[in-house]
């Protein structure tokens, strides 16, 4: 969702950036309305300086390494207690280790999948005039953008619609070429969300309902990326490096790759795998977590095939002015294993999210 970077580029140079994606807002069409005006080569304004693209290097030989296979984790067998412990150790290690796994047979079928991906391309390929009256940034139910938080970085090769889609659904005001999707899909998604709550609940060693029942899955939103092929791919980012502002994030990548994950100190590719989903533990479960569970690091590259899609379902409460206050679950708290951080209610995280891009956490820290 939202970008940091390492090297704040200098600040005539924010400037000149910032006016360029203003232009660029203006026009309401998007990084497809750049595509569609037939541009062959990037605007200046997203170039990422070599530094940011490679700040960490890219781990290539990953069957060389099995610290680093990707975790894929089955859910079919996921009823059968005697399968059911195994699941849940696959669990709460990807999530100590990685902060990422797809999982495999979690029971959304594939037409379901494809159509919420149709659904967005339908979405950013209609003529401009009818995504023009979504553009937005700030809290409504439907947004769509390019970069959510412009700052002394760079720029996403990328366009973005948000659908807040829980806990108050607003289907009229969802675009209709992707409605009755994104409704279906979001009853998938809520179930998925409440098993993954469920196995990430006993991962910690907590009663299964632990998670759901403070609320972890009560409120989520839809970020839908939408990559079109980029004309110089090694010159930007697809989107920046990131954590993810909620609890967990169910994914939904089509096939082409892009994604990475940073993991000890490299950059893994996170492989498009027809049919599955990718989850990723965000901030606030770090947070309930006491940093058992981490909220990694991830980015995504910019391409020259393309259109690349994702639809991000974000578990949070975010957008809801709620007053309740999340910090470390207490049982997993002892003398040995104090708090680490203060508790917080979910706008003020996001204050903090958004001053302190990436690590609205660590101003969180007792
Ligand atoms: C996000 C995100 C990854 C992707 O929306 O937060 O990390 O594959 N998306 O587009
Ligand atoms: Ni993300």
Same mark, same amino acid.
């Given at each position: ?15 000149? +950036? ?69 699941? +849940? ?8 280790? #990685?902060?990422?796994?797809? +999982? ?15 659904? +967005? ?12 009256? /979504? /553009? ?7 947004? %769509? $953008?390019?970069?959510?938080?412009? @700052?002394?970085?760079?720029?996403? #090769? ?15 005001? %969802? ?9 279906? %899909? ?39 990326? $939408? %990559? ?38 490299? #950059? ?57 206050? $999340?910090?470390?679950?207490? @049982? ?20 903090? /999210? ?13």
């Amino acid at each position: 969702m939202a970008e940091m970077s390492t090297l704040p580029r200098k600040e005539e140079e924010v400037d000149g +950036v910032e006016k360029a994606v203003k232009t660029l807002e203006d026009t309401k069409a998007g990084i497809q309305g750049l595509v569609d005006a037939g541009i062959d080569k990037l605007p200046p304004f997203f170039f990422v300086s070599p530094e940011v693209i490679h700040d960490h290097p890219t781990m290539t030989d990953l069957h060389l390494h099995t610290d680093f296979q990707f975790p894929i984790i089955d859910l079919k067998d996921i009823l059968d207690p005697a399968e059911h412990k195994g699941i +849940v150790e696959k669990i709460r290690s990807a999530s100590e280790e #990685w902060g990422f796994f797809q +999982v495999t047979n979690h029971g959304i079928p594939e037409q379901v999948l494809k159509e919420a991906l149709d659904g +967005v391309k339908r979405f950013n390929e209609q003529p401009r005039e009818a995504k023009m009256t /979504y /553009y937005a940034r700030g809290n409504g139910a439907v947004r %769509y $953008y390019t970069n959510y938080l412009l @700052q002394k970085k760079g720029v996403g #090769w990328r366009d973005t619609l948000a659908c807040v889609m829980a806990p108050n659904p607003a289907p009229e005001k %969802y675009p209709s070429v992707c409605r009755d999707i994104f409704m279906e %899909y979001s009853k998938h998604v809520r179930k998925l969300g409440e098993v993954i709550l469920g196995l990430l609940s006993e991962a910690l060693g907590l009663d299964p309902d632990h998670l759901k029942d403070i609320g972890c899955s009560e409120g989520y939103a839809f970020h839908c990326q $939408y %990559y079109p092929a980029c004309p110089e791919p090694d010159r930007t980012l697809g989107l920046m490096r990131h954590r993810d502002p909620d609890f967990f994030t169910v994914l939904l990548q089509n096939q082409i790759e892009g994604l990475q994950v940073l993991h000890r100190g490299y #950059w893994v590719d996170v492989p498009p795998m027809e049919g599955a989903l990718t989850i990723n533990i965000g901030d606030l479960l770090q947070l309930v977590s006491n940093d058992k569970f981490k909220s990694a690091d991830h980015r995504v590259l910019a391409k020259n095939v393309g259109p690349r899609m994702s639809l991000a379902c974000l578990f949070t409460t975010d957008l809801q002015p709620s007053e309740k206050v $999340y910090g470390p679950v207490e @049982q997993l708290l002892s003398p040995d294993n104090p708090a680490l951080y203060k508790g917080t209610t979910i706008p003020n995280y996001l204050k903090t /999210y958004v001053t302190k891009p990436g690590n609205g956490l660590s101003v969180l820290k007792l």
